[in-house]
């Protein structure tokens, strides 16, 4: 066990559709990460928070958001889904804004289908 | 945009050989982590380069960073099968803020 916890840990729902990931960091740290893995993509970095506030963006699609609550913990939401949006999307967390000489934890994973 | 490579995408060896893979990066990086993915699991950080030529040792792993920074490697000696998995390199640019990008990775596979 990392320390951050994602949920669900599946997902499957059909195309169109609108869900939320969750993901709450390891105690003491401030910033989450969120990534996302396809077969033929590699991590991608989708959107990244710290202490509540966004602090960087990768590629992320309009269709979706993120949030980090005053509790730390994070969502990202994902809406009008398309078959291409499955994927497993991972949340790090790191104590600091960026990552220190203990890298990234990351959760294990939420596996999204599309169909 | 900063791009970060990694050769090769696969690799097959005989356990008790030797690995090497290599990551590139297109601009100039601040530091440099190694993270490793086992088989349907998530990425483990393993270490992070800092210094210009910086080379650690964890046992039978080597990171190296190259003196440009914009370059780095790990090597594994004598393979175990519980060396499996796939091992990203990720950077941080100078320029990129907070922002760590991953190279693909190389997939190793240890045949007994």
């Known amino acids: 066990d990392s320390g951050v916890t994602q949920t669900p840990k599946h997902l499957i729902t059909a195309t169109g559709q609108r869900v939320t990931l969750r993901c709450s960091p390891r105690?003491?740290?401030?910033?989450v990460y969120w990534y996302q893995q396809s077969l033929d993509q590699g991590l991608q970095f989708l959107i990244q928070y710290y202490n509540g506030e966004e602090r960087a963006k990768g590629n992320i699609l309009e269709r979706f958001s993120a949030q980090q609550f005053p509790d730390l913990h994070s969502e990202l939401n994902l809406s009008s889904l398309e078959l291409g949006d499955s994927a497993l999307y991972f949340c790090?967390?790191?104590?600091?804004?960026?990552?220190?000489?203990?890298?990234?934890?990351f959760g294990s994973g939420t596996r999204l289908t599309v169909v | 945009g900063q791009q970060v490579m990694q050769i090769p995408q696969y690799q097959h060896v005989q356990e008790g050989e030797d690995f090497t893979t290599y990551c590139n990066s297109s601009?100039?990086?601040?530091?440099i982590q190694w993270y490793k993915q086992r088989p349907g699991g998530h990425p483990v950080f393993l270490i992070q380069?800092?210094?210009?030529?910086e080379v650690k040792k964890q046992k039978r792993l080597t990171f190296q960073f190259g003196e440009a920074k914009k370059n780095s490697s790990l090597h594994i000696t004598a393979t175990q099968t519980t060396d499996v998995g796939t091992y990203f390199c990720a950077g941080l640019a100078k320029t990129s803020y907070d922002k760590v990008i991953f190279g693909p990775g190389t997939s190793l596979s240890v045949i007994p």
């Open positions: 790090a967390s790191s104590v600091a804004p960026g990552p220190l000489d203990y890298g990234y934890t």
């Open positions: 105690s003491g740290d401030l910033s």
């Open positions: 601009t100039t990086l601040s530091n």
């Open positions: 380069l800092v210094k210009s030529g």
